[in-house]
C-alpha cells in the first residue's frame, strides 16, 4: 500500500474518532474529502479497499469504518515496544497514550544514565541498555522507539537488530542502516513545520488576491 | 497544492539532504520515486511544478533541487514562532532545530508555571502566559506551537488568534477551533506508530509468503 493511502488512512481515523466524540454515527466520502483536499471517489476507492462500502445518502457507518481502519493498519494487535533514550522527548512519549493508539504496548524503558537506572517512569522500571539485549530477548518486544541522541542511532539499532527487533520508531536526526526484514519509520518533527510554512504562505498570499 | 505533494516534497528534500552529506551532487527520478513506492514519472512531475528540469542520464542537481523545495515551502523565509507550554515535549522541542529546517525561527517562550517563568531555557527567557498578547503582538510573531494539556489547548488557541497568530503547530491531542485565516497543523505522533503497525505487518506477512 502506497505512503499516501496509510497516511489518509490514519487521518480519516482521527477525524472519524472526532465525529465520533460528537455523537454522529455516520460521515459521508465527501466529509472525509474535504481533509486532503482530495476526491470523494479517491475516498471511496481507499474505503472500497478495506470492503467499506458507503449507502448512497448517509454515507459510512462511522464505527464500522474505524473498525475496519483499525484492521487494515494492524492498529487492534498491540506489539510490545521498548523506548530506547530517556530524554526530555522520550520522557513525553513515555508519559503519553500515543503507543495504545497507534498500535503497541510500551513494555521497557531503557536509557544509559545511572541517574535514571532503576528509576520507575509511569510504572515502568528504567534498564540499563546493556541489559537491553536480554530484556529484548526475554520479554518477546517486536519494536523499539529511538530517541537516542544522533551519535548513538546506529549503535542501538545494530544492538536492537541483533535482539530481533522487527521495527524501529526512529527519533532521531539520522538514517539509520537496517537490514531488510526490519522496518523503520523516521519521525521527521521539522516536516510539521515545513507544512505549516507552505500553508502559512499559502493562506496569506489568498488573502491578498 | 494536496497535502500529499507537500508530504512528498519535504520527503525529497530529507532524502536529498542525506545524500549531499554523502557527497553526492545529482539524483534521479528513480532514486526519488523509490522513496515513496510511486512512478518515476511522478516525480518528475511534482519537480516539474517547481520548475525544476532533470537530464536524461545524471538527473537533477541534488543542490538546485534542495533550492526550489526550500523556495517552495518558504522554509529559508524564517518566520518567528512562540512555544507555548514548557513540559517535556516543549522542552524537547524548544531544545531542538526543527525550527530553523522547517521555516521558523523560536523567539519566546511561554507556560504558566511560576516555578518556569523568568528561568532561561536555550536562551529564551521564559514568560507568563499572561504576557502572551502584548508580547506576541510587539515582537511580531507569526505563528506558535502549542504543547500544552487538552484542557488548555482551545483557551491558549483563542488568546493566539486574538493575538493576531496566522498559524499554529498544535501538539495537544484535541482539535483546535480557529477562524478561516489562521492555518493549523495538527501533529498527531501516533500516526508514525500507525505506520510503523501497517508497514511491520506488511513485512512478516509478505516473509512469510
Known sequence: MPKA???????????????RSENK?????DELAKLFGISSS???????????TGKPRSGYGIAELEERIIQALDVDNKKKIALIGLGNLGRALAGSNV??????DLRA?????????????????????????GAIKSDGIAAACITVPASAAQPVTDLLVTAGIKGIWNFSPIEINVPAEVTVENMRLEQG?????????SQSSGMNK
Open 5 to 19: 493511502i496509510i497516511l489518509r488512512l490514519e487521518s480519516y481515523l482521527t477525524y472519524l474518532g472526532q465525529l
Open 25 to 29: 454515527k455516520t460521515a459521508t466520502s
Open 42 to 52: 479517491r475516498v471511496r476507492q481507499d474505503l472500497v479497499a478495506l470492503g467499506a
Open 99 to 104: 503507543w495504545s493508539q497507534g498500535g503497541f
Open 109 to 133: 524503558i531503557f536509557d544509559k544514565d545511572p541517574q535514571l537506572i532503576g528509576t520507575e517512569v509511569h510504572g515502568l522500571k528504567v534498564r540499563s541498555i546493556t541489559e537491553l539485549f
Open 193 to 201: 513545520l515545513m507544512t505549516l510554512s507552505f500553508r502559512m504562505r
